[in-house]
């Protein structure tokens, strides 16, 4: 069964400073990797998608690395905002098995940050 | 363009009554899935559905359930509430039945058992 798991489970840092979110998953038979974040009591805003062949992404200034042979994924965030502070979620696309193709998206439990003004 | 949109927002039921949950995709996007986010769990995986046919399923009992009409919109049923069902019920849509696609979270709806 995957499991993902994210480290930190929170976070707090001053405003400005660049910082690294982990993702890790136990089975590398992936599809893809995406990053999410959530504001509180909101939906899930898509970050960023890696394909299983990519080994990283960007969207401004975020970055997302994605190591699918050590089950590992990095959210790269630089010179962080206050409007940054929200729960941040990774989530692996399971390659499918016979009979029923791929499941559905399996999710950490988020890193909680805290971007102090 | 509209993102996902999810109705209604809140929701408040007694135990044992049942529930009916929509969700309209963005406009041209095909395959619909549904989540449930509760604070012990995190967000597990219900359903997926493509061309009105469910594709894949989680881990949940029978008294969840769904369907996706034509026009690609679909509902999610759950009958005979318990307590434990109380949580923030997601759909996201994804333009194809590919595994490749990227996914789009609508703002979910709240609903409470009591």
């Known amino acids: 069964k995957q499991e993902v798991t994210q480290i930190p489970a929170a976070l707090s840092v001053p405003e400005g400073e660049n910082l690294v979110l982990n993702c890790s998953f136990t089975?590398?038979?992936?599809?893809?990797l995406q990053w999410f974040r959530q504001d509180p009591g909101k939906g899930l805003t898509s970050l960023l998608l890696?394909?299983?062949?990519?080994r990283e992404q960007t969207s401004g200034r975020l970055n997302a690395s994605l190591d699918k042979s050590s089950g590992r994924s990095t959210l790269y965030i630089a010179a962080s905002q206050p409007g940054d502070s929200a729960t941040y979620l990774c989530?692996?696309?399971?390659?499918?098995?016979?009979?029923?193709?791929?499941?559905?998206?399996?999710f950490g439990k988020g890193t909680h940050l805290i971007i102090q003004p | 363009k509209a993102g996902v949109t999810q109705t209604p927002r809140y929701l408040i039921k007694t135990r044992g009554q049942q529930v009916t949950l929509s969700c309209s995709p963005i406009?041209?996007?095909?395959?619909v899935s549904w989540y449930q986010q509760t604070p012990g769990q995190g967000l597990q995986f219900l359903f997926e559905?493509?061309?009105?046919?469910?594709?894949n399923k989680g881990n949940f009992p029978g008294r969840f359930s769904g369907r996706q009409f034509s026009n690609s919109r679909s509902e999610m049923n759950v009958s005979t509430l318990e307590l434990g069902d109380s949580a923030l019920y997601l759909c996201?849509?994804?333009?194809?039945?590919?595994?490749?696609?990227?996914?789009?979270f609508g703002p979910g709806t709240r609903l409470t058992v009591l």
């Open positions: 890696i394909q299983s062949s990519q």
């Open positions: 089975d590398s038979a992936i599809y893809n």
């Open positions: 996201a849509s994804s333009l194809r039945e590919s595994p490749y696609n990227e996914q789009f």
């Open positions: 406009s041209g996007h095909r395959s």
């Open positions: 989530a692996v696309r399971k390659d499918g098995y016979s009979g029923g193709g791929a499941d559905g998206l399996t």
């Open positions: 559905y493509f061309s009105e046919t469910q594709r």
